[in-house]
C-alpha cells in the first residue's frame, strides 16, 4: 500500500478507517493467494513435498501477521491522535507533547513495515533458491512464483 504519510495531519472530516480497510484487505488476499497457488502445486507435484510448501508458505504467512500488526497500531494511534485532539479539557501545551509523540510512533510504523516486507521476501526467495537448487520445484513453478513474488512486491 501507497501513501500513509499524507494522512498524518487528516482533515476535520477524515473517517481514518474505511479508508484504511480496502487497500490492506488487498494486500492479505494477494498473499493468501500465492499461499494457495503454492498448496496447488503441492497436489499437482509441481513441488516435492510437504516440507518444501511449508519452507515457502511460512515466510509468507509471517508478513501476513507482521502487515496485519503494523495496521492495527496504525488505527490505534489514529484514533488516539483524533480522541486527544478533540478533548477540550487538554492544555495545548500539553496535547501538542501527546500529539508530536504518537505522530512520530505513526511515522515509524511504514520504515518497520518496509523492514518486515523486505526480511520476509528475501526469507522467501532464499528458500526458493534452495528448493531450486535440490530440485524440489519444477522449473514451471518457480517461474510461477518468481512471477507471483514480484506481483506481490508491487502490490506492497
Request: glycine letters at 6%; a positive charge; zero cysteines.
Amino acid at each position: 500500500g501507497a501513501g500513509g504519510a499524507d494522512t498524518l495531519a487528516g482533515g476535520a472530516g477524515d473517517d481514518v478507517l474505511p479508508e484504511l480497510v480496502p487497500e490492506k484487505e488487498e494486500e492479505s488476499v494477494v498473499i493468501n493467494r500465492v499461499i494457495a497457488d503454492i498448496e496447488a502445486m503441492l497436489k499437482k507435484g509441481w513441488i516435492k513435498n510437504k516440507q518444501s510448501a511449508q519452507e515457502l508458505v511460512q515466510p509468507l504467512k509471517q508478513l501476513n501477521r507482521q502487515l496485519s500488526s503494523i495496521d492495527k497500531q496504525a488505527a490505534r494511534i489514529k484514533k488516539w491522535i483524533d480522541k486527544i485532539s478533540a478533548n477540550t479539557r487538554i492544555k495545548s501545551k500539553i496535547k501538542e507533547k501527546i500529539l508530536k509523540a504518537l505522530n512520530k510512533r505513526l511515522a515509524k510504523l511504514p520504515v518497520q513495515r518496509a523492514k518486515f516486507i523486505e526480511r520476509d521476501l528475501a526469507s522467501f526467495n532464499k528458500n526458493l533458491e534452495n528448493l531450486k537448487k535440490k530440485n524440489k520445484i519444477t522449473i514451471e513453478g518457480y517461474n510461477s512464483l518468481i512471477k507471483s513474488i514480484n506481483i506481490l512486491r508491487k502490490t506492497l
